[in-house]
């Protein structure tokens, strides 16, 4: 029985790791590293995958032994099969950025930027994000201007801004 239950994990991985293979690309080298200490942690007994066995073992190393047993499944349910160091990522991606993909963000400033350049003028991307969608605040603008780069003719480098947006600020 043991056999086919590892089967259907590998099996269960593999299709998890294909759905989410850039999540790598989302995190730098450090951040990864810290993920895979904490998933190290979880993974009680080292099989390669946190089931609800693990989360109830981790429960307990942390003195709390009244966890129940829907609510560990509805933690497993999150994820959209077992739970491997590439979904554990994937998740702790989607509950921490809160954003969009770099990619995604990218996308949505290159439909201003028709000649491909890799910058807006401030002000014409100012007077947009003021007056459409979920308005921006003046002070929000000022706050987007001071983290991107604006070149000497009042150019937005939003490449960098993206970058910023979705890795933090180098100084931080």
Do not use: W
Not at 34 to 51: C, M, W
Not at 59 to 82: C, H, I, Q, R
Not at 142 to 151: A, G, N, R
Request: hydrophobic share 30%.
């Amino acid at each position: 029985m043991a056999s086919r239950k590892t089967k259907k994990k590998e099996g269960g991985a593999k299709r998890a790791q294909r759905a989410s293979s850039n999540v790598f690309s989302n995190f730098e080298q450090t951040q990864i590293q810290e993920f895979k200490e904490a998933f190290t942690l979880i993974d009680q007994n080292r099989d390669g995958f946190i089931d609800k066995e693990d989360l109830k073992d981790t429960y307990a190393s942390l003195g709390k032994t009244n966890v129940k047993d829907d609510e560990l499944e509805s933690m497993l349910k999150e994820a959209t099969g077992p739970i491997n160091f590439t979904m554990f990522l994937n998740l702790f991606g989607e509950k921490l950025s809160g954003t969009d993909t770099e990619e995604t963000i990218l996308n949505a400033f290159k439909m201003f930027d028709p000649e491909a350049k890799g910058n807006i003028n401030k002000d014409y991307i100012k007077r947009l994000m003021m007056s459409q969608g979920d308005k921006f605040s003046n002070e929000e603008m000022d706050q987007m201007f001071q983290s991107s780069p604006i070149d000497a003719a009042g150019n937005l480098d939003y490449k960098a801004l993206c970058y910023t947006i979705t890795h933090g600020d180098e100084k931080e």
